[in-house]
């Protein structure tokens, strides 16, 4: 790979890093058009090994801020909602599964905006899980809609609940690409320099989201909620 694509490429994910870090979510949607575009063979699996190792981190940082039922709650929805997008990928056709994701987003994005917002009970948690896990086995971004759930809340809270479930989502994810052989030691070769550049964005993002204060989190969860549905709507 030449030089400056190996720059950029870790560029983007170190940008990736301190989003998701921040944010609880968004390294996917920052790194991954980007590296597609550079190499596609660091994603998903040598990308979603950088994002485990963020949110890893994340969980250990932001532990006393987690709560564990929301997370089991949105496993319920995710797990299947995991098969479900990835049934859709082949039973549907794309532009249509596309459109329909980014209008659900944006839409809840402009709800959110005008006030109108789901608190995260049990229901919205497994409804959020179910359009987080299609979301990410078919755009590889599952974090809006579990992010709009929480905008409301404390950013710790926020940070930490969204960095268990996608620690969890992750492992998962890569399980599966290891049963259908889609990840193995090539993958884990490519994956090797994404780690530092990761770090070094996780830990800018320690002196970054103590500097977020619950307006500006949430300002930040809408912008880059919307930016995601724009760029699905874009791209289909």
Not at 6 to 35: D, H, N
Not at 41 to 53: E, I, Q
Not at 59 to 82: C, F, K, L, M, N
Not at 206 to 212: E, H
Request: proline share 6%; hydrophobic share 60%; aromatic share 6%.
């Amino acid at each position: 790979m030449d030089i400056s694509v190996s720059l950029l490429t870790l560029a983007a994910v170190a940008l990736g890093a301190v989003v998701q870090g921040s944010l609880g979510f968004g390294m996917a949607m920052v790194a991954a058009p980007i590296l597609l575009l550079l190499d596609p063979r660091l994603v998903p699996g040598p990308l979603l090994c950088a994002v485990l190792c963020v949110t890893v981190l994340m969980t250990r940082r932001e532990w006393r801020h987690i709560t564990p039922s929301a997370i089991a709650w949105a496993g319920v929805g995710g797990v299947p909602g995991s098969f479900v997008g990835a049934w859709a990928t082949v039973a549907v056709a794309a532009d249509v599964l596309g459109n329909a994701l980014g209008v659900m987003i944006i839409s809840a994005v402009v709800m959110s905006a005008l006030g109108h917002r789901l608190r995260p009970s049990p229901v919205a948690l497994i409804a959020a899980g179910t359009v987080s896990g299609v979301m990410g086995a078919v755009l590889s971004m599952g974090g809006p809609p579990l992010a709009l759930l929480y905008q409301d809340q404390p950013g710790g809270e926020l940070r930490g609940t969204l960095a268990g479930y996608f620690t969890l989502a992750s492992l998962v994810a890569l399980g599966a690409l290891v049963v259908v052989g889609n990840f193995g030691w090539s993958e884990v070769y490519l994956a090797l320099p994404l780690v530092p550049a990761a770090l070094a964005g996780y830990a800018l993002s320690g002196w970054v989201a103590p500097r977020l204060n619950k307006s500006a989190t949430r300002k930040a969860v809408l912008l880059l909620a919307g930016a995601a549905g724009v760029a699905v709507l874009v791209r289909y």
